[in-house]
């Protein structure tokens, strides 16, 4: 082989290890993405929908501004649709479990992770991106996150074709990331000053694409509206969790101690729901308004 042929080589390895992509080897238009349920940010995404095997950054000034709620009908069908986990890891606030039925979301296939360090915290995204156990990933490792380990989570996304959701502070817009899609949210105004609310969406990076304007999102709905039942909470036989292995911590291990908790409370008072999926009487809460 010419040492031409061996640079184009090594070149064309580097960016399928590397996950790189050129503007004219952009997928076929036929690759749809997963609708995200509001036709007036589909068409704005890369194959006019979530991405289905890469990671996609949402940074927002605070936690409760709807994020969840513009997530919610993709989780839905992913809960619905697959039998695999959807891991929650590090997640600042307990998952409100009645919000999450009412949104459509299948709380058997939910996977709390709560590691106790942030080097736990990164290691458990990476293995439950790339084990194939998990449908979607939800994170929120805050400041200890680097480029370098979202090049790694990209990598890891696309070995186990799961969806990874990263939450940071809004404080990263201007910070390179490697993550394919990464959205600045806002919080949107009150309709009507009911609780029915919106969000707004500004497309900060995405392949094949500028960055977009600001994109309104008009959440349909009331989560107020009733209290859901809850199903019984059982570990889905089908799905492969063994895939997913516990760690213990170097600093405070002990015997039997793992980082999965995947137990949901069904005796939960049902307080007044806000504007997310949220439990706004108290700190258990994933988002609050």
């Not at 006019?48 to 997530?71: C, D, F, K, Q, Y």
């Not at 039942?229 to 063994?242: E, H, M, R, V, Y």
């Amino acid at each position: 082989m010419s040492p031409h042929m061996n640079e184009i080589s090594k070149l064309q390895q580097l960016m399928q290890e590397t996950g790189l992509w050129r503007a004219n080897h952009l997928r076929s238009s036929e690759v749809k993405g997963m609708p995200t349920g509001f036709p007036e940010l589909d068409p704005w995404l890369p194959d006019n929908g979530w991405p289905r095997a890469s990671v996609t950054e949402l940074l927002h000034p605070h936690s409760g501004i709807g994020e969840l709620r513009l997530l919610a009908p993709a989780l839905a069908s992913l809960s619905q649709q697959q039998k695999r986990w959807i891991a929650w890891i590090g997640s600042p606030y307990i998952p409100y479990a009645p919000a999450l039925i009412q949104a459509g979301i299948n709380i058997k296939a939910i996977l709390i992770i709560k590691p106790t360090s942030i080097a736990d915290q990164l290691w458990a995204i990476e293995k439950s991106l790339a084990s194939g156990a998990c449908s979607a990933v939800l994170a929120w490792p805050d400041k200890g996150i680097q480029p370098k380990h979202i090049r790694r989570l990209q990598l890891a996304s696309k070995a186990g074709q799961s969806w990874g959701l990263i939450f940071r502070s809004e404080k990263a817009v201007k910070q390179s990331s490697p993550a394919s899609l990464r959205l600045h949210l806002k919080p949107g105004d009150k309709i009507n000053s009911s609780n029915k609310s919106a969000i707004c969406v500004t497309i900060i990076k995405r392949p094949g694409g500028w960055a977009s304007g600001p994109i309104d999102i008009r959440f349909k709905g009331d989560l107020n509206s009733q209290k859901p039942l809850f199903p019984d909470i059982t570990t889905p036989k089908s799905a492969p969790a063994g895939k997913l292995q516990s760690r213990q911590t170097t600093s405070n291990a002990r015997p039997g101690k793992t980082l999965v908790n995947a137990r949901l409370s069904n005796h939960l008072p049902h307080p007044r729901l806000n504007n997310d999926l949220i439990h706004t009487r108290s700190s258990n809460a994933l988002d609050r308004n």
